[in-house]
């Protein structure tokens, strides 16, 4: 130290923590927990006398005097403060409260995240750059679910493998979980499996365990089930909205809706989709109406039967001669007359 110039200490420090090795040489603030000071480990040049020029040719001559190297310092630059690069699911850690050229800083990643790069470590640059390249938090395994909140049992494929304190509770990447529910109850909101993957649970929706009301059959028409905002639903749990919709040519008789509370419709049942009929005409004055359908004294006929008017001899028919019975259950057009 001191007759090279040499005058800024370089520091060893373990992070007991990464298991990683720092070197430092800006430790004016007080360490963080986890982190060693080993000591002075040897002395760098400052800054300012990083170049030193000489003058050389081959050997140097061996009546050279120190005095003759000349130490030329560089152009001072203002010292560049390095912006932390931001991560996910973890953190980035120095000693003090700027990262200033030589500064070090380490990653902390959460539980069930591990560092992408084997190196934990990196170190701010003149050029206000970090070095080396800083790495990411990657998922290592993922949480285990909890059954109260979702009602049922989880039976995992693998177990726990508890590598460190911080993995306690978790399971690997390829890890399968299914919810399994008891007899009285499905799993609705969610899926049945899923798998542990590089982003979590694989999808990232389990479903949960509920009671869950029974369909409705309802002849010529069909039941829709949504949830209070109207979307469908394939499990009627709680909150599920049924709702009948009658085909075409039919209408309702009775409920229409009805909504599942803890395993129970609330109005019970729905009504019945009943078909719409035309109904026999009246007498027409001077004339005769035939019907499709020759069944005799039928007072109630369908979507499609044709009434057709046949005026008698020596009356002359003004209007229609045919009327078609309606989805809605009425004759169109008007049948005429017979004059």
Partial sequence: ??????????REVENEVEYDTIYNTNFSQPMELGVMDKGILCYIWPKEYHNINTKRHGKMDHQQTREEIN?????????????????????????????LPGTSASLFCIPGFTPSNISTVIVCQETSQWE?????????????FDEEQLKGKIRYNVPIVALTPLDEDQYPIGTKAT???????????????????????????LGVCAKVCPPF???????????IRGYERKAYSNGTVATAICDSGTRLQGVGAASCENGEWSNGHLGSCEPIQCLRMDNIRKGTVQYSKTKKNLKEFSEGDVAKLICNNGTQLKGASESVCEPDGVWKPKLGTCE
């Fill in 1 to 10: 130290m001191g007759a090279c110039g040499a005058t800024v200490p370089l």
């Fill in 71 to 99: 130490m030329t310092p560089i152009p001072n630059m203002n010292d560049q403060e390095c912006t932390l690069p931001p991560v996910d699911n973890g953190e980035w850690l120095i000693n003090g409260l700027k990262a």
């Fill in 132 to 144: 080396p390249f800083p790495a990411v938090c990657s998922r290592r395994n993922c949480s285990r």
């Fill in 179 to 205: 919810l399994q529910c008891k007899s009285e109850t499905q799993s609705v909101d969610g899926v049945d499996t899923v798998i542990c993957g590089d982003q979590g649970w694989i999808p990232n929706r």
């Fill in 217 to 227: 059959v309802l002849n010529h028409g069909r039941v829709r089930y949504t949830d």
